[in-house]
């Protein structure tokens, strides 16, 4: 997984091949985020006990003094996967590949996205512990009693009638926050909602909420840690769930919060495109409400199209439902990882009969 085991298929191409251990030994290298590479200088070969000081691997462009893990693990394993189909066909454009897009696209027989799932035993709205009323599809009603409880503990007027955005994230430019900080004034200030944030991150960010939280403290609950129950509770109790980010190889928080009964409003990148459907009144299909340019308008066109939504109830109660009957559970992927291990068995054999190389 990422960089750390990088080095692992490196081995057993290089200094291990010819160990009859190892001889049908496959590996599966799975990316969690291209941007996190592991790039060190040479000596960390020297450290894994692989000699190969001066040579170079073209396909991944390393300088004669710098080593890229990341690099390496895509270069040798038998299979690369990622954690979502859009993701992995992001990555193979110079937009998201972080300049390793080259030797992805060369390597893309041998990619795969498999979408990370919840556990839907542990995240259950039926049984959750953290929220002051549990439900399920059958008993939705109830829910509404987690949003007057969310709002006192955001200390904010508790009125079932105003509609509630949540957000919990760490707060960088990665996920989005430079669009929340140029939409937030504006619809704070023009639209009766209110909105609660969890999460930590960017010292910039800490003070834009900071006077945010300060401007609007009938309209805001700022909650700058971490804490556990509070994110069950946004969960369980927010209308509408925003996850604008600049690229997002899974996401969880769009499946929890389906789960729950708060509708996404997402920005169609990697895992948020996989799992969340614009919705469109016309045929009233689709689970939530995206937007495709990294533009704070488009952001902030989402969120009014989701709370104009949210006003036909009726409407609104069937993409609640569709968001919680929808089966994230970890059983589709693992099957799904299970193909893809006789895939990697199977690439590894003929490489063994053929004698090539990666």
Same mark, same amino acid.
């Given at each position: 997984?990422?960089?750390?085991?990088?080095?692992?298929?490196?081995?057993?191409?290089?200094?291990? $091949?010819?160990? +009859?251990?190892?001889?049908?030994?496959?590996?599966?290298?799975? !990316?969690?985020? @291209?941007?996190? *590479?592991?790039? &060190?200088?040479?000596?960390?070969?020297?450290?894994?006990?692989?000699?190969?000081?001066?040579?170079?691997?073209?396909?991944?462009?390393?300088?004669?003094?710098?080593?890229?893990?990341?690099?390496?693990?895509?270069?040798?394993?038998?299979?690369?996967?990622?954690?979502?189909?859009?993701?992995?066909?992001?990555?193979?454009?110079?937009?998201?590949?972080?300049?390793?897009?080259?030797?992805?696209?060369?390597?893309?027989?041998?990619?795969?996205?498999?979408?990370?799932?919840?556990?839907?035993?542990?995240?259950?709205?039926?049984?959750?512990?953290?929220?002051?009323?549990?439900?399920?599809?059958?008993?939705?009603?109830?829910?509404?009693?987690?949003?007057?409880?969310?709002?006192?503990? $955001?200390?904010? +007027?508790?009125?079932?009638?105003?509609?509630?955005?949540?957000? !919990?994230?760490? @707060?960088?430019? *990665?996920?989005? &926050?430079?669009?929340?900080?140029?939409?937030?004034?504006?619809?704070?200030?023009?639209?009766?909602?209110?909105?609660?944030?969890?999460?930590?991150?960017?010292?910039?960010?800490?003070?834009?909420?900071?006077?945010?939280?300060?401007?609007?403290?009938?309209?805001?609950?700022?909650?700058?840690?971490?804490?556990?129950?509070?994110?069950?509770?946004?969960?369980?109790?927010?209308?509408?769930?925003?996850?604008?980010?600049?690229?997002?190889?899974?996401?969880?928080?769009?499946?929890?919060?389906?789960?729950?009964?708060?509708?996404?409003?997402?920005?169609?990148?990697?895992?948020?495109?996989?799992?969340?459907?614009?919705?469109?009144?016309?045929?009233?299909?689709?689970?939530?409400?995206?937007?495709?340019?990294?533009?704070?308008?488009?952001?902030?066109?989402?969120?009014?199209?989701?709370?104009?939504?949210?006003?036909?109830?009726?409407?609104?109660?069937?993409?609640?439902?569709?968001?919680?009957?929808?089966?994230?559970?970890?059983?589709?992927?693992?099957?799904?990882?299970?193909?893809?291990?006789?895939?990697?068995?199977?690439?590894?054999?003929?490489?063994?009969?053929?004698?090539?190389?990666?």
């Amino acid at each position: 997984n990422d960089w750390h085991t990088a080095i692992i298929p490196n081995w057993l191409k290089t200094i291990y $091949a010819e160990d +009859p251990f190892f001889q049908k030994t496959a590996t599966v290298y799975t !990316i969690h985020n @291209l941007a996190y *590479q592991g790039i &060190f200088g040479w000596r960390i070969l020297e450290i894994a006990g692989i000699d190969e000081y001066g040579f170079l691997y073209p396909e991944i462009a390393e300088l004669a003094n710098v080593v890229d893990l990341m690099a390496r693990g895509i270069l040798f394993a038998d299979v690369i996967t990622t954690v979502s189909e859009r993701y992995a066909q992001e990555i193979l454009t110079p937009e998201y590949g972080e300049k390793l897009d080259p030797i992805l696209r060369d390597r893309k027989d041998r990619l795969f996205g498999i979408l990370n799932g919840i556990d839907t035993e542990e995240l259950n709205p039926a049984t959750d512990p953290y929220l002051a009323a549990n439900f399920d599809v059958s008993s939705l009603d109830r829910r509404v009693e987690n949003k007057l409880d969310l709002q006192r503990k $955001a200390n904010m +007027p508790p009125n079932p009638d105003v509609p509630l955005l949540g957000m !919990i994230s760490r @707060l960088t430019d *990665q996920k989005g &926050f430079d669009l929340v900080g140029q939409v937030i004034d504006p619809l704070l200030r023009l639209f009766d909602v209110q909105f609660v944030l969890l999460g930590t991150g960017d010292p910039h960010y800490h003070a834009m909420f900071r006077r945010v939280a300060e401007e609007y403290p009938d309209k805001t609950g700022i909650f700058l840690t971490f804490n556990a129950e509070l994110a069950q509770k946004i969960y369980g109790g927010s209308d509408m769930f925003l996850m604008p980010s600049r690229f997002e190889p899974c996401g969880l928080g769009q499946m929890i919060a389906m789960r729950y009964g708060s509708v996404p409003v997402v920005r169609e990148t990697g895992g948020l495109a996989d799992t969340v459907k614009d919705f469109d009144p016309r045929t009233g299909e689709g689970n939530g409400f995206t937007f495709k340019q990294y533009d704070p308008w488009a952001f902030f066109g989402a969120i009014i199209r989701a709370v104009e939504t949210w006003k036909h109830r009726d409407v609104w109660r069937k993409l609640q439902i569709r968001g919680m009957t929808q089966d994230f559970s970890w059983d589709r992927s693992a099957r799904k990882y299970i193909e893809v291990y006789f895939k990697a068995l199977e690439f590894r054999a003929a490489e063994t009969v053929g004698g090539s190389r990666p």
